[in-house]
């Protein structure tokens, strides 16, 4: 694919409601990355997987937060009972791999991110 | 995990100065230090990266110089330009069961003065 795609670009809900975020990453990349940037700040880890596996789920921020990947491509970010303070950027990357034999696997592609408005 | 401290939080320069950011990581198992450039309303891009087993990397007018024994590494800019203007991000990987997993500093604002 032409890189990282993540959808919805926008999403506006009402507080308490639930909310999907869809990331398509780059095909054939095994390394799947969720991060959330809040304005002006920098880049918080949420969740990490390898494959379909999610060896580093330390980000999540509460259990309203979920992550799941099929399939091995796409990744969906799930936020259950949504809060004012979730108001943020999710951006979503993916990278090669990690093993240490191959330089350019570890280099990691953004999507545009979802701009995630809680009113 | 991964710790990872980003300095300064802000950069003001005049083009044609130089700028220099700093970060340190914590795991000496890290050894990918990236670092991205996140322009207004953009996605963070990939602009250079070392790897452990050197201590200095040039692409152009931007440089990364690496220290594993103090676990620091530096992101050099020379002779900056108004479109150099933007947040730069530090990162490193960690290691263990986490290896792969990026963590990122906290940026750094770069604003360069015509």
């Known amino acids: 694919g032409a890189g990282v795609s993540q959808s919805p670009s926008n999403k506006v809900t009402e507080k308490g409601k639930d909310v999907e975020l869809r990331c398509d990453p780059i095909?054939?990349?095994?390394?799947l990355y969720w991060y959330r940037q809040s304005l002006g700040q920098g880049l918080e880890f949420l969740i990490y997987?390898?494959?379909?596996?999610?060896?580093?789920k330390s980000g999540l921020p509460s259990d309203r937060f979920s992550a799941e990947r099929t399939g091995g491509s796409v990744s969906t970010l799930t936020i259950q009972r949504t809060q004012q303070e979730d108001s943020a950027v999710y951006l979503c990357a993916s990278s090669l791999g990690h093993t240490a034999s191959r330089r350019k696997n570890t280099e990691a592609f953004f999507g545009q991110g979802t701009r995630l408005t809680v009113v | 995990g991964e710790n990872v401290e980003q300095h300064p939080s802000t950069l003001s320069v005049q083009e044609g100065d130089s700028a220099v950011i700093k970060c340190t990581y914590s795991d000496s198992a890290s050894n990918y230090f990236p670092w991205y450039k996140q322009e207004l309303g953009k996605r963070p891009q990939l602009i250079i990266d070392?790897?452990?087993?050197?201590g200095e990397k040039k692409d152009q007018r931007i440089a990364v110089t690496l220290n594993k024994t103090a676990k620091h590494f530096s992101l050099h800019i020379t002779e900056t330009q108004p479109e150099d203007s933007a947040v730069y991000f530090c990162a490193a990987p960690g290691g263990g069961t986490s290896y792969g997993k990026l963590t990122f500093g906290q940026g750094t604002i770069l604003t360069v003065h015509p």
């Open positions: 095909s054939g990349h095994t390394a």
């Open positions: 997987f390898q494959g379909n596996s999610a060896p580093d």
């Open positions: 070392i790897r452990s087993n050197v």
